[in-house]
C-alpha cells in the first residue's frame, strides 16, 4: 500500500445477520474516512443480503455468484473458498473482516488466512460447547478462533470463552455487538411493511386494542416434533388471551411452511407472512410486549427496546441475556412457554424488571469501537478502542461461561 493511499477492508456477508450487523461498521468506516469499507456479498443467500443492505441505504461492492445445485455444505464451501480466493488475489485488501459463524464466515477468513490476510472476527467467542447444537455454527466459530488475527468479542463473557482457549491479549477486544448499532438506526426510520395485514395489528398494538407476541422459529434443530410443540404453545396463548396478536414470519422452507399453516393457518389474531426485511422486522420488533424466539439475533436486539425474550431453544450461546434477566430458556416445551408468556403478559411490574438495565450486548457504539480496532491493526492509531462495558454490571470472571440450558433459569 503506498505511502497516503486509504486501506481497503473487505467486509464479508453471505446472510442477512451478517449484513445487518456489517452494515454499521460499514458507515463507521465512511465516517472515519482513513479506511474503506468494501461489502462483498458472498452469495450464500444473495437477496436477504442485499436487502438488508439496502435497509441502510447500502449496496454490495462486490457480489460473488455461485453455481448451488445440491445445497450440501461442502458444495457452498469448496465454491466460495475458490470465488473469495480469487477475489483476495485479485484486489488484495488490507484486512478482511467476517462476522459470526456461517459458512461464509468459515470460508472467508480460511481464504484470507491461506493468502497472510489479516483476518478480523468480528462477534467473537460464543459459544455453546455443543457441538451438535447450532449446527454447524459452533464448529465454524471456533475455527475461525484459531485463525484470526484480532477478536472483538461483543461482552465479556464471549471475551472469558476467548481467554479460556488460551486467546486473550491484545489480539481481544470487547466492542459490544453492532446489531444494536444496526436495530436502533434501522427501527427508527419505520420502513414501510410491505404486508398491508401488519399496518393493521400495529394500528391495534397503538391504540390499545391489543398486544403483539413475534414468534420467530427457524433453526434446524426445531424443525419436526420441536416445531411442532412450539406452534400448538402459539395457538394455545392465543385463545388464552384474547388480547394478543401474534404474527410470525415463516421459514421459506416448504416443509415448515406447511407446518406452520397446518397449526396455525386460519386462526384468528395470527399473522402468518413470509420472512420480513430486516427493516420491517426491526420496525415490528419495536411495537411487541413479548418476543418468542429461537433466534440469536432477536436475543441481543429486543432488549434495546425493552422487551423479554423467551428463548424456543434448550441451550443459548448468548448467556448474557439470561444473566442479565431479559431473556428465559424455555426450549420447546409446550406448557413451559405457555405458563412462562402467560405470567409475562399478566405482569407488567414482571416484564419490566428483565430489561430494566439495559440491553448487555451493547449501548450503540460497537461499529465506532470496530472502526477504531482496525485504525489500531492497521498502524493508523495508536491506542486500542476503549472496551465496552455492559450496564448491567457483569464482568467475565476469566473463566468460560458454561451455557445453562431450558428450565434451569426461571422469571425474577
Known amino acids: 500500500m503506498a505511502s497516503g493511499e486509504v486501506p481497503e477492508v473487505f467486509l464479508i456477508a453471505g446472510t442477512r445477520p451478517e449484513a445487518v450487523k456489517l452494515a454499521p461498521v460499514a458507515a463507521a468506516m465512511f465516517a472515519g474516512g482513513r479506511i474503506r469499507p468494501v461489502l462483498v456479498n458472498s452469495g450464500q443467500h444473495p ?25 450440501a455444505q461442502a458444495e457452498l464451501t469448496s465454491q466460495l473458498l475458490e470465488e473469495l480466493d480469487r477475489l483476495y488475489t485479485e484486489r488484495r485488501p488490507a484486512s478482511v473482516l467476517v462476522q459470526g ?3 461464509t464466515t468459515l470460508a472467508g477468513a480460511l481464504a484470507a488466512f491461506w493468502q497472510q490476510i489479516p483476518v ?37 463473557e464471549a471475551a472469558a470463552n476467548l481467554a479460556e482457549e488460551s486467546l486473550a491479549g491484545n489480539n481481544v477486544l470487547t466492542i459490544g455487538n453492532t446489531v444494536v448499532d444496526a436495530v436502533l438506526d434501522v427501527a427508527a426510520r419505520r420502513a414501510p411493511y410491505g404486508d398491508s395485514r401488519l399496518d393493521e395489528v400495529e394500528t391495534k398494538v397503538h391504540t390499545g386494542q391489543s398486544r403483539l407476541v413475534l414468534v420467530t ?12 410443540r412450539v406452534l400448538r404453545a402459539v395457538a394455545d396463548l392465543v385463545a388464552a388471551k384474547p388480547d394478543v ?14 407446518q406452520v399453516t397446518e397449526v396455525l393457518g386460519g386462526m384468528d389474531r395470527v399473522t402468518i407472512t413470509d420472512p420480513l426485511p430486516y427493516a420491517q422486522l426491526a420496525r415490528l420488533l419495536s411495537a411487541c410486549t413479548l418476543v418468542l424466539s429461537d433466534s440469536g439475533g432477536i436475543q441481543e436486539e429486543a432488549p434495546s427496546f425493552g422487551i423479554p425474550v423467551l428463548v424456543l431453544r434448550d441451550v443459548t450461546e448468548r448467556m448474557e441475556a439470561v444473566h442479565a434477566g431479559c431473556a ?8 413451559r412457554i405457555v405458563s412462562l408468556a402467560c405470567e409475562l403478559l399478566d405482569d407488567p411490574t414482571a416484564r419490566e424488571a428483565m430489561t430494566a ?6 449501548d450503540g457504539l460497537a461499529s465506532v469501537r470496530t472502526e477504531q480496532a482496525f485504525a489500531w491493526l492497521l498502524g493508523l492509531q495508536d491506542q486500542r478502542p476503549t472496551e465496552f462495558k455492559a450496564h448491567n454490571g457483569f464482568q467475565a470472571s476469566g473463566s468460560a461461561s458454561v451455557p445453562c440450558r431450558a428450565g434451569e433459569v426461571d422469571v425474577a
Open 47 to 71: 437477496q436477504m443480503v442485499d436487502q438488508a443492505f439496502e435497509s441502510f441505504g447500502f449496496t454490495a461492492d462486490v457480489t460473488i455468484k455461485l453455481a448451488r445445485v445440491t445445497g
Open 101 to 103: 459463524d456461517t459458512t
Open 120 to 156: 478480523v472476527h468480528l462477534e467473537a467467542g460464543l459459544r455453546s460447547y455443543d457441538l451438535t447444537s447450532p449446527f454447524p455454527e459452533e464448529g465454524n466459530r471456533r475455527m475461525v478462533g484459531q485463525i484470526a488475527s484480532l477478536h472483538l468479542a461483543p461482552t465479556h
Open 217 to 228: 422459529t427457524h433453526r434446524r434443530e426445531s424443525w419436526g416434533e420441536p416445531l411442532d
Open 245 to 258: 396478536e401474534v404474527v410470525l414470519p415463516a421459514h421459506p422452507n416448504p416443509a415448515v411452511r406447511a
Open 328 to 335: 428465559v430458556l424455555v426450549g420447546t416445551d409446550r406448557e
Open 357 to 362: 438495565d439495559g440491553n448487555p450486548f451493547g
